[in-house]
Every structure is written in structure tokens, then in C-alpha cells.
Antibody, heavy 119, light 113 residues
Framework: QVQLVQSGAEMKMPGASVKVSCKASGYIFTDYYIHWVRQAPGQGLEWVGIINPNGGRASYAQKFQGRVTMTRDKSANTVFMELSSLRSEDTAMFYC????????????WGQGSLVTVAS | DIVMTQSPDSLAVSLGERASIHCKSSQSVLYSSNNENYLAWYQQKPGQPPKLLISWASTRQSGVPDRFSGSGSGTDFTLTIRSLQPEDVAIYYCQQYFHTPPTFGQGTKLEIK
């Protein structure tokens, strides 16, 4: 069965960087793009960006341009999202989600990785 | 960016009654070449990631109960829950995936009256 398993919770100081991982299984990793979505506490869903696990090309929301980098390791069926220059407003749950097609709805989601930014 | 606006923000419905959630997009998400609406509905329960219920505006995902249905086209869409069950208490989001960036509605909180 399809599974996306994310790395655990992180606590970071303002100005630091965080790298979250998302390990895929149960399907051909390189066949489907993966998105990242941010959800601040008690808030809605905000798109962060997308990566093509095959070629590695990524595209980011304008809001995060310059601060976010998405990469992948094909040998490990894993994608990564690194967010730098963290501020308190970045405190949120980050989800990875696989798409059903290009374009497509987000048919499988990771369990989420909580990133807390505090001094 | 396409703005997705849901109504109402919250809704309380009696068990066994019908619940309807509306979603309006600022631009059409209907692709004329294939006549598909690039519109999805998600359900999110506390402490869980969102779960895809419906894609292409009206196609239920495998395993989703048939009391959930989606309708609409172009810019106006509706998620209907035919007979509300206790396990349907959640926040529901619509999303368009036609244009980049994909965007979500603000969410509708559904509770039991």
C-alpha cells in the first residue's frame, strides 16, 4: 500500500534551517510528483512547492522563494524539504503529499512533521 | 493565484441530516479540452493529515462512503453529505489543481447539532 512517512518533530531557533524528509513506498517513486503543504496551528492549508522525483526539478510558492529547497534521493525513495531563515511564523505542521497525476489531486499524504521555531 | 472561497465557515447539522458545503473559485477550473473540473475535496480530522474524498469535482475516491458527493462546474462547487454520521465531524477543504499554485479554500468546520 502507498505510504509516505515523514521525519519527526523539530525545534529550531529563529534564523536556523530545518530539513524534513518524506519516504515513499508502495508505488514507483519516480512516477508521481510530490508536493509540500504547510499548516500553521489552527489554520488552513498552504502550498509550499512541488518536486519531480524523477528529474529532481522543483518549483516553489512565491512566498517561500529563496528560503526553501526541495531535493530527492532516488536510491532511498525519499524527498526532502529544507526551509532556512526560520522565524516564529514558520511554526507549523509540514505535510508531503503525492499527486494522482500531472496535474492531479493530492491522493496520499504523509503524517506530518511539526516544526517549532522558538528562542 | 486563484482564490478559493468556501461557505459557510462552520456548519452544525443534526445526525442523519444533509450537510452542504460550497466552494467558489475566482477563475474557472474547467479545462475545455477534456471537460474536466480540476477541483478536489479533502476531509481533515483533528491530529490527522487531510484525506482526499473527491477529485475531478465529483469522483469519489475508493473507500469513501457514497453519502459523500461532489457537484458543480466552472467556478461553483458543492460537497454534500447525504446523511451525517458522527465520524463526519471534521474540517473540509476544497482545492483547485488546474492552475499553479494549487490553492485551497479556508476550510469549513462541520459539527453535530
Amino acid at each position: 500500500q502507498v505510504q509516505l512517512v515523514q521525519s519527526g518533530a523539530e525545534m529550531k531557533m529563529p534564523g536556523a534551517s530545518v530539513k524534513v524528509s518524506c519516504k515513499a513506498s508502495g508505488y514507483i517513486f519516480t512516477d508521481y510528483y510530490i508536493h509540500w503543504v504547510r499548516q500553521a496551528p489552527g489554520q488552513g492549508l498552504e502550498w509550499v512547492g512541488i518536486i519531480n522525483p524523477n528529474g529532481g526539478r522543483a518549483s516553489y510558492a512565491q512566498k517561500f522563494q529563496g528560503r526553501v529547497t526541495m531535493t530527492r534521493d532516488k536510491s532511498a525513495n525519499t524527498v526532502f524539504m529544507e526551509l532556512s531563515s526560520l522565524r516564529s511564523e514558520d511554526t507549523a505542521m509540514f505535510y508531503c503529499a503525492k499527486v494522482s497525476g500531472v496535474p492531479g489531486a493530492f491522493d496520499y499524504w504523509g503524517q506530518g512533521s511539526l516544526v517549532t521555531v522558538a528562542s | 493565484d486563484i482564490v478559493m472561497t468556501q461557505s459557510p465557515d462552520s456548519l452544525a447539522v443534526s445526525l442523519g441530516e444533509r450537510a452542504s458545503i460550497h466552494c467558489k473559485s475566482s477563475q474557472s477550473v474547467l479545462y475545455s479540452s477534456n471537460n474536466e473540473n480540476y477541483l478536489a475535496w479533502y476531509q481533515q480530522k483533528p491530529g490527522q493529515p487531510p484525506k482526499l474524498l473527491i477529485s475531478w469535482a465529483s469522483t469519489r475516491q475508493s473507500g469513501v462512503p457514497d453519502r459523500f458527493s461532489g457537484s458543480g462546474s466552472g467556478t461553483d462547487f458543492t460537497l454534500t453529505i447525504r446523511s451525517l454520521q458522527p465520524e463526519d465531524v471534521a474540517i473540509y477543504y476544497c482545492q483547485q489543481y488546474f492552475h499553479t499554485p494549487p490553492t485551497f479554500g479556508q476550510g469549513t468546520k462541520l459539527e453535530i447539532k
